[in-house]
């Protein structure tokens, strides 16, 4: 079809990656929690902060792989 | 409030260091600054680093970093948005920006409204999506004025009447002046020292005072026990199913809206090579987590007990009760040159669009390039002043109202915009009507809200709330569907496309 750049199967997989952090995040009823907290931080916090890390690390990996 | 000199030395000594370095940048990598893709987009020669200090730079705005903190002072968790709607942008960015960087390349788009009118071939949209551009654009330079208000407020400069407003004029003077004459150079190379200054600031700020208070475990306990005592109930530490849609459809609708703004688009397009884009989507979530503990200096600031006359002093009351004087001076520097650099490219990228849009496309269509050029510097004044008068006569509500209605109307662009990177299917006639209905919609329920960004409605038993952009954004994407066929099938011409799918391909260089 018009308007996809050829892509491996591959290639066209590696880009599901980028739609887990959207999973990780948009569902806040699996967050809203106090427990367990970490370095004094709830859950909800430093569980969001962790996604900031998996997040770019799967954009680095798609980039770094569909090069 | 008294007047701290040694704060206000060295605030003043950081403003003159960048005032040098915005007028100097217009010598940098020399360009032809009579055409417009120099002045507007510095030459698009910014590599990897000048690109992630310019895009961090133009996105995570002074405005921001007193807003946020604020928001989680009042009202807790909720305000806590912010963090995953910065993560979620970057994987749109990645996918949808190096298609537009693509394609504007080719055919030296400088704005989002250039490639519309390039796509479908449509005056008429392309002055649609300027416009909302402008628009959406205005109340957000002039709530970077606010950013720089607070901070001059702090350090207990203070007049009676026009004289209270002369320290912001004047910074806007020199603000305007070197955008004039340098272009986008100028707050890409004021980016640097900004950035620098805030990630000091705000890392020695979240290491230090939470040390001071006993660690991160004691200030939640404090911010948890104030949000309970609170009559009536407002906030919590912890989001209650209550917000749940609000959040969720906040950061997703907001992380689609972000690459939309015309400054994002021109410090995105202001890149050497598409590579740039996509390296700097996976470098710039550094900034989000800057915000991210940005936002936990609101509850700092209930743990401390800070005196706060009002929620937009939460940070600079944190660094002026745990800091010495030199460094509230640095601090409230790196926040003020904060709002210089986002005030800078905003502008710039306002007047790019009403060049091209408006003044080019529908004024003068036989203008130069050196006439279209002069046209953006002299606009990018107007955009200013108009911002600045504003903030000076209008109260700051009325900023923060439009900023707010802002975000649901630059969603409506997304159809023309990214849609339209992807597949030519709609009609431009469609599109419009689309955008037209979006506009409306969006306006109309955030008014019946009180000009909230979440409109309330009952799904059986619970109340939910979700983003009203996004609600407006599914009203204009079902009309523009609905008459596309129609128009069609009417027989109303559809416009010649300019672009060619190879544009928007990258073009693959050779391994370095």
């Known amino acids: 079809m018009a308007g996809m750049q050829p892509k491996s199967q591959g290639e066209r997989g590696l880009w599901w990656l980028l739609a887990i952090p959207f999973a990780g995040l948009l569902f806040p009823g699996l967050y809203a929690h106090a427990e367990p907290s970490l370095f004094g931080l709830p859950f909800f916090y430093w569980y969001q902060f962790a996604w900031l890390l998996i997040s770019a690390a799967l954009t680095a990996i798609v980039y770094l792989r569909a090069r | ?512």
């Not at chain 2, 915000?291 to 401390?304: D, R, T």
Request: charged share 10%; aromatic share 12%.
């Open chain 2, 1 to 512: 409030m008294k007047l701290d000199l040694v704060s206000l030395l060295v605030f003043l000594g950081f403003f003159a260091l960048v005032t040098v370095l915005g007028f100097y940048a217009g010598q940098w990598r020399r360009g032809d600054l009579a055409q417009l893709h120099e002045w507007g987009l510095g030459g698009r020669r910014f590599g990897v680093i000048v690109s992630w200090f310019l895009i961090g730079g133009d996105l995570y705005t002074a405005y921001t970093l007193i807003a946020v903190p604020a928001l989680v002072f009042g009202a807790g968790a909720a305000g806590f948005f912010a963090v995953p709607y910065t993560i979620l942008a970057y994987p749109i960015m990645f996918v949808v920006m190096p298609r537009l960087w693509n394609v504007s390349k080719v055919h030296n788009f400088v704005t989002p409204a250039d490639f519309v009118r390039g796509r479908y071939g449509s005056d008429r949209l392309a002055l649609a999506i300027a416009l909302t551009g402008i628009l959406a654009t205005m109340p957000y330079i002039a709530l970077q004025l606010v950013g720089i208000q607070v901070v001059i407020g702090a350090m207990g400069v203070t007049g009676s009447g026009l004289a209270s407003d002369l320290p912001l004029v004047i910074a806007f003077i020199i603000l305007a002046a070197y955008t004039y004459t340098s272009g986008l150079r100028a707050p890409a190379m004021i980016a640097f020292v900004k950035d620098l200054m805030i990630y000091v600031a705000i890392l020695a700020a979240i290491i230090i005072i939470p040390t001071k208070l006993g660690g991160f475990g004691p200030v939640f306990a404090a911010a948890t026990a104030h949000f309970a005592n609170k009559v009536p109930p407002v906030g919590a530490t912890i989001l209650g199913p209550k917000g749940y849609w609000s959040y969720a459809t906040l950061a997703l609708g907001s992380a689609m809206a972000l690459f939309l703004y015309p400054h994002a688009i021109t410090a995105v397009l202001s890149a050497a090579r598409v590579d740039v884009v996509k390296r700097n989507a996976a470098l710039l979530p550094a900034y989000s987590l800057l915000l991210g503990l940005v936002a936990l200096l609101g509850y700092v600031a209930i743990a401390a007990g800070v005196p706060v006359s009002a929620p937009s002093q939460v940070v600079p009351a944190l660094f002026k009760a745990f800091f010495p004087s030199w460094f509230v001076g640095f601090a409230f520097a790196a926040i003020a040159i904060g709002a210089l650099v986002p005030a800078a490219v905003m502008s710039i990228a306002a007047a790019n669009l009403w060049t091209r849009s408006v003044y080019v496309a529908y004024l003068k269509p036989s203008a130069s390039d050196a006439e279209e050029s002069s046209m953006a510097k002299l606009s990018s004044l107007v955009v200013k002043f108009g911002a600045l008068a504003f903030i000076i006569w209008v109260p700051t509500q009325y900023a923060i109202n439009l900023q707010l209605l802002g975000g649901i109307w630059i969603l409506q662009t997304f159809p023309a915009i990214v849609v339209g990177l992807y597949r030519r299917w709609f009609h431009d006639a469609a599109l419009l009507w689309g955008w037209a209905a979006g506009m409306l919609a969006g306006t109309l329920l955030s008014f019946s809200q009180g000009v909230k960004p979440t409109f309330a409605f009952s799904a059986g038993t619970h109340v939910i709330a979700p983003y009203i952009g996004l609600l407006a954004l599914a009203v204009n994407l079902a009309v523009a569907a609905a008459l596309t066929p129609v128009f069609d099938r009417a027989g109303i011409a559809r416009q010649a496309d300019l672009t060619s799918e190879a544009d928007y391909a990258d073009v693959r260089a050779a391994p370095a």
